[in-house]
């Protein structure tokens, strides 16, 4: 994952292009030539160092931070007494990013927005809405049965599930009806439009996963980027015909005088 440097009064410690962040909601912004983008608002950070996990003591290098604010009472003592020896205010999260610079960390560092810019393209983690109990076609994406031939209940029925008489039963892990959602899931590659450093607020194109309020984690997209192109130039016949180069052509020759 990659690292960008911050400049401190002491020393320039690390930072990692990853966030704990909570949805907002969705809205849109218009670009200077009129065209709408849909966004989702992310409250990204600010978020605290908690620990530094070592390979020497943990068995692997991370860093431990803690985002949301939570009121102490609210905390049990455990959670309570590792916030007080990092010397940082209660917070509602705690997760782990890895990374093999997790040495150049500090306890108590603060990591906010300003780690990312538009333009970057980010992976995002949340856990998916709640949907209740649905059916095949809902959950799993069947099609349904025939709708003709006097079918009149089995229209968004499975179908058939079982077998022979060998194996004379159905398999585990087989597609049916159940619930759906409050799984986690991961939105990748996804492009940061705008970033509010004042108010640590991201900006990214499309929808992310959860509820309004519920937490996501932003972290550097892990796929290759590919640069989306806004104004791309024409295709086909038409675009052959303006790219012609075009032939100079001889000027005409005089026309000769009546009488000679």
Not at 28 to 53: K, M, R, S, W, Y
Not at 80 to 102: C, H, L, M, N, Y
Not at 131 to 137: D, H, N
Request: net charge positive; charged share 20%.
């Amino acid at each position: 994952m990659a690292e960008t440097s911050v400049q401190t009064e002491h020393k320039t410690v690390a930072s990692i292009k990853a966030l704990l962040g909570q949805k907002i909601g969705m809205t849109q912004i218009f670009d200077a030539q009129g065209g709408v983008t849909p966004v989702t608002v992310i409250l990204a950070g600010p978020c605290h160092v908690t620990q530094i996990i070592s390979p020497e003591r943990n068995g692997y290098s991370a860093i431990q931070v803690a985002f949301g604010e939570v009121r102490e009472k609210s905390l049990n003592k455990p959670f309570a007494g590792q916030f007080k020896k990092a010397q940082v205010s209660p917070a509602r999260w705690i997760r782990e990013f890895r990374t093999d610079k997790a040495a150049d960390f500090q306890v108590g560092q603060v990591i906010n927005a300003s780690v990312f810019a538009p333009g970057d393209y980010v992976d995002v983690i949340g856990i998916s809405k709640g949907k209740g109990f649905a059916g095949s076609m809902k959950r799993h994406n069947f099609s349904g049965g025939p709708s003709t031939h006097g079918q009149s209940d089995r229209a968004r029925a499975p179908g058939s599930s079982g077998s022979n008489t060998y194996p004379g039963r159905v398999f585990k892990g087989k597609k049916f009806p159940g619930h759906l959602g409050v799984e986690q899931t991961t939105v990748q590659h996804l492009e940061v439009v705008n970033v509010d450093p004042e108010r640590n607020l991201l900006m990214i194109r499309g929808a992310v996963p959860g509820n309004i309020e519920s937490l996501v984690t932003i972290q550097q997209t892990i796929k290759r980027v590919k640069v989306r192109t806004v104004h791309a130039a024409p295709s086909g016949k038409k675009a052959k015909k303006e790219a012609a180069p075009v032939k100079a052509t001889k000027p005409a020759a005089p026309a000769a005088k009546a009488g000679k």
